[in-house]
T-cell receptor, first 113, second 112 residues
Framework: DARVTQTPRDKVTEMGQEVTMRCQPI?????VFWYRQTMMQGLELLAY????????DSGMPKDRFSAEMPDATLATLKIQPSEPRDSAVYFC???????????FGPGTRLTVL | RKEVEQDPGPFNVPEGATVAFNCTYS??????FFWYRQDCRKEPKLLMS???SGNEDGRFTAQLNRASQYISLLIRDSKLSDSATYLC?????????????FGTGTQLKVEL
């Protein structure tokens, strides 16, 4: 049963610390998405990749957030330095590149104190 | 104005009831549409795609009205297990992209 995996599942950190979240997309999927979900804003697209190349990161605060795909099996989202307003659930999703279903990972619940 | 708007609810309905959710979208160039379901503290999962001619999957019926830019989801004979948040999703394929825009969701609570 192919699934998107994310680590860590939960992260509590202090303001100013670096946070790195990792995602393993479903094997064979060529598009990867990072979303952030909060009660107030719902699901927001932060960045997405096709064939490991960044296509759109307009939803991401550039000064502190960065997203990369070092290889086809790993996507990372980094926040440096973290702030309390970054507290949210961060989801990674992957797809086959068509106008079809995106499969979400279980999310990383981030709390910045 | 948000790109995809939904009534947040909650909709509290008794088991067996029929319930309908609507959603409006602002981008007339949107090309594909979906309903996702999200259980509490879980990830969103695709419930069904929405086709122009309308489509049905068991107790669930989805419809699209392009002229009015709204999408609906009808749930018949609701079950306790239908309790979840239902997310209206629009896909913008312009520019070769594949961006999903999510509504903030409508919460459904089915009660005994």
């Amino acid at each position: 049963d192919a699934r998107v995996t994310q680590t860590p599942r939960d992260k509590v950190t202090e303001m100013g610390q670096e946070v790195t979240m990792r995602c393993q997309p479903i094997l064979g999927h060529n598009t990867v998405f990072w979303y952030r979900q909060t009660m107030m804003q719902g699901l927001e697209l932060l960045a997405y990749f096709r064939n490991r190349a960044p296509l759109d990161d307009s939803g991401m605060p550039k000064d502190r957030f960065s997203a990369e795909m070092p290889d086809a099996t790993l996507a990372t989202l980094k926040i440096q330095p973290s702030e309390p307003r970054d507290s949210a659930v961060y989801f990674c999703a992957s797809g086959d590149g068509g106008a079809n279903e995106q499969f979400f990972g279980p999310g990383t619940r981030l709390t910045v104190l | 104005r948000k790109e995809v708007e939904q009534d947040p609810g909650p909709f509290n309905v008794p088991e067996g009831a029929t319930v309908a959710f609507n959603c409006t979208y602002s981008n007339s160039a949107s090309q594909s549409f979906f309903w996702y379901r999200q259980d509490c503290r879980k990830e969103p999962k695709l419930l069904m795609s929405v086709y122009s001619s309308g489509n049905e999957d068991g107790r669930f019926t989805a419809q699209l009205n392009r002229a009015s830019q709204y999408i609906s989801l009808l749930i018949r004979d609701s079950k306790l297990s239908d309790s979840a948040t239902y997310l209206c999703v629009v896909n913008d394929l312009t520019g070769g992209g594949n961006k999903l825009t999510f509504g903030t969701g409508t919460q459904l609570k089915v009660e005994l």
